[in-house]
């Protein structure tokens, strides 16, 4: 529930002004606040509406801003003369009427906007319990109020957007060197499709069964559930996982049950520009999904590290390198591997290692390095193959020469034993 507080004096004093600020508000949460968060306008009355949101969390996120974009309307115009919002939250179950909404919850959030102070909003443990502090938004304990109709005391929070580090402070913040860091992943509890939100818990067995699969992965940091679970439904906010989380990669999917039957879609996202490095769908069961070894998760996370593997030798290709001069002898160097000449082929390996002695980070030198020597193991070989092939030739015409050998041998043999020269013994 929201409404304009003091709403009475201030129409008294400028009645048209505020008209016109009310009616800017009003065409802003219409058409900006609630397409962005999930909203909808179920009623309003006079200066005040009840709105209608499907997750707690967009709902927290719209109240910091409703409250932020009524105080933009009041720049410029004296204190006596601001519009404040006041307003109440709280989660429940309702019943949709035609032209209202009806239920504790409604009676309570309207409770919780009655004691709230101008440009406050107060809202109850169950709305409380379903954000995350310091992400969705930072709460203040209010203690224990007393709600009119209402026999038990309610638990009252006040709400306020979450607090950004200033960027001088950030900036003194003590920071990892990335480059001694493996890539970071954060696996996100799947999404269920529309309608079947009551599975929720599906989509956390599929990011536990995942994050347990590609954990094993040494070249990966896999970033605990304790923690990709406060991003239940909030697959869309990767400006925040990379903020909150620090993470590289974002894996997140959404799931569709039939049965037994499991239809996964699944997305890998670089998690600082939102560009989709990997996609793809796969099919199986629910007992395929809690038996510990579903070989379709085995094979999409396989399929996962090759896609990242290949991204990074691309990356590594196009990685500039320190110096015009160092670039200029590395393809000096390229030119040279590929020659036909035994001299520059040599030549080749000492510029790539004086190369790698300037710059021992880049992996461009270290990459043509390890080609160079795969051609050499060719070459050896097919030296090696030659010499095989000759030695076999050679040991062939041994073959012919001894056979040429052995009538002469005997010959001798018996021209030795009568006394005779063998030439003598030989048929004409």
């Given at each position: 529930m929201v409404d304009v507080a003091d709403s009475v004096r201030l129409m008294h004093q400028d009645a048209a002004g505020y008209v016109s600020r009310w009616s800017q508000f009003v065409d802003v949460l219409r058409h900006e606040v609630l397409p962005r968060h999930g909203g909808r306008i179920v009623k309003m009355q006079g200066d005040g509406f009840l709105l209608d949101f499907e997750q707690t969390p967009p709902a927290a996120a719209a109240a910091v801003e409703l409250h932020d974009r009524i105080q933009a309307l009041n720049i410029g115009r004296p204190e006596n003369q601001h519009l404040r919002l006041r307003a109440g939250a709280e989660v429940g179950d309702v019943v949709i009427h035609e032209l209202d909404d009806l239920g504790d919850a409604v009676n309570v959030a309207a409770r919780l906007m009655q004691q709230a102070n101008p440009g406050q909003t107060l809202v109850s443990t169950a709305f409380r319990d379903d954000l995350v502090p310091g992400l969705d938004a930072d709460v203040e304990d209010l203690g224990p109020l007393y709600l009119k109709g209402m026999e038990a005391p309610v638990r009252a929070y006040a709400l306020h957007g979450t607090r950004a580090v200033p960027q001088d402070q950030a900036a003194a913040l003590p920071r990892?060197?990335?480059?001694?860091?493996?890539?970071?992943?954060?696996?996100?509890?799947?999404?269920?499709?529309?309608?079947?939100?009551?599975?929720?818990?599906?989509?956390?067995?599929?990011?536990?069964?995942?994050?347990?699969?590609?954990?094993?992965?040494?070249?990966?940091?896999?970033?605990?559930?304790?923690?990709?679970s406060a991003?239940?439904?909030?697959?869309?906010?990767l400006a925040l996982v990379q903020q909150h989380l620090a993470a590289d990669l974002v894996l997140k999917g959404r799931l569709h049950l039939h049965g037994d039957h499991l239809r996964l879609l699944v997305e890998l996202v670089d998690a600082a520009d939102a560009t989709v490095i990997w996609t793809q769908s796969a099919d199986t069961s629910t007992q395929g999904l809690f038996s510990g070894h579903d070989p379709v998760l085995q094979n999409l996370a396989t399929q996962m590290m090759e896609t990242l593997a290949l991204r990074q030798v691309d990356k590594s290709r196009r990685m500039p390198m320190a110096t015009l001069q160092s670039y200029c002898l590395l393809m000096a160097a390229v030119k040279l591997l590929h020659g036909s000449s035994r001299t520059d082929f040599e030549r080749a390996r000492l510029m790539l290692d004086h190369l790698i002695s300037r710059d021992r980070r880049h992996p461009a030198p270290h990459t043509w390095l390890a080609k160079w020597h795969v051609i050499r193991v060719q070459q050896e070989v097919a030296l090696a193959a030659r010499w095989v092939v000759l030695a076999a030739h050679w040991a062939a015409l041994a073959v012919h020469w001894a056979a040429l050998a052995v009538p002469w041998v005997a010959l001798e043999a018996l021209a030795a034993r009568h006394g005779t020269p063998a030439w003598m013994l030989r048929a004409p």
């Open positions: 990892v060197k990335l480059a001694q860091m493996t890539a970071r992943l954060a696996v996100l509890p799947f999404d269920m499709s529309h309608g079947q939100a009551d599975l929720a818990l599906l989509g956390d067995a599929v990011a536990d069964e995942l994050i347990q699969v590609l954990s094993r992965n040494a070249s990966l940091t896999v970033i605990s559930r304790l923690s990709t991003f239940r439904n909030r697959t869309h906010e």
